[in-house]
């Protein structure tokens, strides 16, 4: 009986610990890829960035988002229909996307009653 409890077995130790590591690399993965991906435009002479009171994103696959919330171009007004009109609405657009579809949001923003509205760029 002595024999039997001379070696810790470590195997279960190591079994846990890997588990561990794979949920925390799995969650981290998914934190760190947790943002919308937008490639933003480039400009020499932007603004320093403000902390936007709306946030509309338009994505290069077609999607749009309002404060982080996806939706479809033609619900926006409705999205923007609860918010204050003196909130400065800032339109992140990725940079491959059709002019059409930039001027066509910023439209139904305009059509809101939306005064204040700028356009995300990276410097």
């Given amino acids: 009986m002595?024999?039997?409890?001379?070696?810790?077995?470590?195997?279960p130790l190591v079994d846990v610990?890997?588990?561990?590591?794979?949920?925390?690399?799995?969650?981290?993965?998914f934190v760190s890829t947790g943002q919308?991906?937008?490639?933003?435009a480039k400009a020499q002479h932007a603004d320093a960035s403000q902390d936007?009171?709306?946030k509309v994103v338009l994505m290069a696959d077609g999607g749009?988002?309002?404060?982080?919330?996806?939706?479809?171009?033609?619900?926006?007004?409705?999205?923007?229909?609860?918010?204050?009109?003196?909130a400065q609405v800032v339109v992140w657009a990725d940079k491959q996307i059709a002019l059409q579809r930039f001027?066509?949001?910023?439209?139904?923003?305009?059509g809101q009653?939306?005064?204040?509205?700028?356009?995300?760029?990276e410097r």
Wanted: proline share 7%.
């Fill in 2 to 11: 002595d024999a039997d409890l001379e070696e810790i077995n470590v195997v």
């Fill in 17 to 29: 610990m890997l588990v561990l590591l794979v949920i925390v690399l799995t969650t981290a993965s």
């Fill in 36 to 40: 919308i991906p937008v490639q933003l």
């Fill in 52 to 54: 936007p009171g709306v």
């Fill in 64 to 86: 749009l988002t309002v404060n982080d919330r996806p939706i479809a171009l033609a619900d926006l007004p409705a999205a923007l229909a609860g918010l204050p009109r003196s």
């Fill in 103 to 110: 001027v066509g949001a910023v439209d139904a923003i305009k």
């Fill in 113 to 121: 009653g939306f005064d204040r509205i700028g356009l995300k760029v």
